[in-house]
């Protein structure tokens, strides 16, 4: 069966960095868009970042754009996250998402493939 499976994640302090990666497993997504979101304590899931299989098409929320960037290898089958300048708000589950299309969104439903998510906490 298909599997997303997340690393990296941990503890940071703010202004400090940190990669996610996501390896995906049991289809390729190679030509898929993918992405990730993050889910804080109280708060809705919500959008992160995603991009298409060539990195050609990319969309960030407002509140990460000039700070995370999205990455894929699709040799490896694998997307990452890096973020750098981290802010205590960004502290959450940060969930890897793929689609069985082409063209990135950035609405929950329209992935359907989802990792088991890893913290990031960002301490003040």
């Known amino acids: 069966q298909v599997q997303l499976v997340e690393s990296g994640g941990g503890l940071v302090q703010a202004g400090g960095s940190l990669r996610l990666s996501c390896a995906a497993s049991?289809?390729?997504?190679?030509?898929?868009?993918m992405g990730w979101f993050r889910q804080a304590s109280g708060i809705e899931r919500e959008f992160v970042t995603a991009t298409s299989w060539s990195g050609g098409i990319t969309y960030y929320a407002d509140s990460v754009k000039g700070r995370f960037t999205i990455s894929r290898d699709n040799a490896k089958n694998t997307v990452y996250l890096q973020m750098n300048s981290l802010k205590p708000e960004d502290t959450a589950v940060y969930y890897c998402?793929?689609?069985?299309?082409?063209?990135?969104?950035?609405?929950?439903?329209?992935?359907?493939?989802w990792g088991q998510g890893t913290q990031v906490t960002v301490s003040s």
């Open positions: 998402v793929a689609s069985k299309g082409v063209v990135p969104r950035t609405g929950l439903y329209d992935y359907d493939y």
């Open positions: 049991g289809r390729t997504f190679s030509r898929n868009a």
